[in-house]
């Protein structure tokens, strides 16, 4: 079952406004997972499909603002970016019932904090959506996006990938909650056939 099957008939069943939190109120979801992990490709496939969600990106506006060196701490991106990424999600807050925030979070403190402020600008239902991408797909992945990205030199990209692992193991040191600010905690495996059957699971 493709992609798109899938997501037309949860439409034409009435289902898709159920699974992602009601069409009727500001709702807004938050990817939660580590590098790697595939939020970023699903998201923007379910859009592509999906006309009704917005979509802001985290690492798209830092690419745009700052360029392709954003990932360098030199570049500024860490420091005021996320003012940048605010402002654009309170402009798509204004205008789209439903958002997806797709913003790295690693501890439950980052997860409380974003949820807060999503509801500050209008979310009244608040969603994590929890990848659990396996460990050896995250860093496969994460190897064939950086290597695709060419932001680092061939020498470091193996280093980059060993600190991707790094980052999954402590990431997983954070259990992912509904006490983290969250209406719903939905788990998401991207590695699915159909991901998007994921959305019908709940946390």
């Known amino acids: 079952m493709t992609f798109d099957y899938i997501l037309l008939y949860l439409l034409r069943t009435r289902t898709l406004s159920w699974t992602l939190g009601g069409l009727a109120v500001h709702s807004a979801y938050l990817t939660v997972g580590p590098q790697g992990a595939g939020k970023s490709t699903f998201c923007e496939e379910l859009v592509r499909v999906y006309p009704?969600?917005?979509?802001?990106?985290?690492?798209?506006?830092?690419?745009?603002?700052?360029g392709e060196g954003w990932h360098s701490p030199y570049s500024g991106a860490?420091?005021?970016?996320?003012?940048?990424?605010?402002?654009?999600?309170?402009?798509?807050?204004?205008?789209?019932?439903?958002?997806?925030?797709?913003c790295w979070n690693g501890t439950p403190e980052e997860r409380q904090r974003y949820s807060d402020k999503l509801r500050s600008l209008g979310a009244t239902r608040v969603e994590a959506w929890h990848f659990v991408?396996?460990?050896?797909?995250?860093?496969?992945?994460?190897?064939q996006k950086i290597t695709a990205e060419q932001w680092c030199g061939p020498s470091v990209i193996e280093f980059n990938v060993g600190v991707c692992g790094v980052n999954?193991?402590?990431?997983h040191t954070f259990p992912?909650?509904?006490?983290?600010?969250?209406?719903?905690v939905r788990t998401i495996d991207p590695t699915l056939q159909d991901p998007t059957m994921s959305l019908l699971s709940v946390a």
């Not at 999954?168 to 990431?171: A, R």
């Open 52 to 66: 009704g969600l917005a979509l802001l990106s985290r690492d798209r506006v830092f690419e745009e603002v700052f």
């Open 78 to 102: 860490f420091y005021v970016g996320m003012k940048i990424v605010w402002e654009r999600v309170a402009e798509l807050a204004a205008i789209h019932d439903q958002l997806i925030l797709d």
């Open 133 to 143: 991408t396996p460990r050896d797909v995250c860093l496969g992945w994460y190897r």
């Open 168 to 171: 999954y193991d402590k990431f």
């Open 176 to 184: 992912v909650s509904p006490n983290q600010g969250f209406d719903l």
